[in-house]
């Protein structure tokens, strides 16, 4: 930076304009905004040591730098899971509004999908979210995961197969997502078990996440009258110091429940016309530091 100059210098104005952008790709990779916020900076200290003069496109050259790092922590994080107790759910993030009207990037963040990425192995997974969520060339991605075009084609075909066998099976609108909701809410606050019922379909499951810190469902529960009275019980020990209140949570509408004002849990949930078909709790501190405040994503 020149004197009487304010500017940021190159670097530093090429990494902040592509910031949320990077954090958003290595939280797709990671399913964890902590680890995504290492890879951060992991990606910062090694651009600065970058000879911009040899850069044709920053934007890419930057996401090549942070998807290499995600890579190397999603070994990390398997390991991490091997030993977790109880179901592992991804971080939620308490997301901006205009998130939802990108509807492949919401789509993208939701439980349900992030879940179904867990599924692929590492490198399939950093090449579906690099192609299906950001769109980067054949080229580029290669690049970025140390493999020739002609095999990250075939990954991402690959991977492709193996999301839509598994994915929601429609759009659902925010409209109907919003309502659905409500109705979980007034059901949950009233103890209305058939209430409950109605709502959920006859496979349902339920995942919690209380990471061996909070008391939570040890395994999955599956069937719509086991999730109901899970769900019932549950609501019935915390009494009426527990506030239920709508939020955006990766880009989709989800609860927030608070015990005498913090945050005791968030609720997402997978819809699959009309009905709830994936209920997903998370309760671990550790993965709740988020929820005060918006996260910025984009593509």
């Given at each position: ?28 990779m990671l399913g964890s905004a902590v680890d995504a916020e290492d890879v951060l900076q992991e990606t910062w200290l090694r651009w600065v040591g970058v000879d911009l003069g040899t850069v044709r496109d920053r934007r890419a050259y930057l996401v090549r730098i942070a ?35 990108d509807v492949e990037l919401a789509d993208s963040m939701s439980m349900a999908m992030m879940l179904v990425l867990e599924t692929l192995a590492p490198t399939e997974r950093a090449v579906f979210v690099l192609r299906e969520v950001f769109d980067l060339g054949y080229d ?160």
């Amino acid at each position: 930076m020149s004197e009487g100059d304010s500017r940021p210098d190159p670097a530093t104005e090429a990494f902040v304009a592509h910031r949320n952008l990077l954090f958003t790709v290595a939280y797709e990779m990671l399913g964890s905004a902590v680890d995504a916020e290492d890879v951060l900076q992991e990606t910062w200290l090694r651009w600065v040591g970058v000879d911009l003069g040899t850069v044709r496109d920053r934007r890419a050259y930057l996401v090549r730098i942070a998807t290499r790092q995600a890579l190397g922590r999603l070994r990390t994080l398997a390991r991490r899971k091997e030993s977790y107790v109880g179901p592992w759910l991804p971080e939620p993030l308490l997301t901006v509004p205009d998130v939802a009207e990108d509807v492949e990037l919401a789509d993208s963040m939701s439980m349900a999908m992030m879940l179904v990425l867990e599924t692929l192995a590492p490198t399939e997974r950093a090449v579906f979210v690099l192609r299906e969520v950001f769109d980067l060339g054949y080229d580029e991605i290669a690049e970025a995961v140390d493999k020739t075009p002609a095999a990250v084609r075939q990954i991402a075909h690959r991977a492709r197969a193996h999301v839509a066998a598994r994915r929601p099976r429609g759009v659902v609108s925010a409209a109907e997502s919003r309502a659905a909701l409500g109705a979980f809410q007034r059901a949950l606050e009233t103890g209305d078990l058939q209430g409950l019922l109605d709502l959920l379909a006859p496979d349902v499951v339920a995942l919690s996440d209380g990471g061996g810190i909070k008391q939570a469902m040890p395994r999955p529960v599956v069937g719509s009258d086991k999730v109901a009275r899970a769900l019932a019980a549950g609501v019935a020990v915390f009494g009426p110091q527990v506030t239920v209140e709508p939020a955006q949570v990766n880009g989709h509408p989800a609860l927030i429940m608070r015990i005498d004002g913090e945050i005791d849990m968030v609720v997402a949930m997978r819809i699959d016309e009309g009905l709830v078909t994936g209920l997903y709790t998370v309760r671990n501190p550790e993965k709740l530091t988020r929820m005060e405040r918006e996260t910025v994503v984009s593509r």
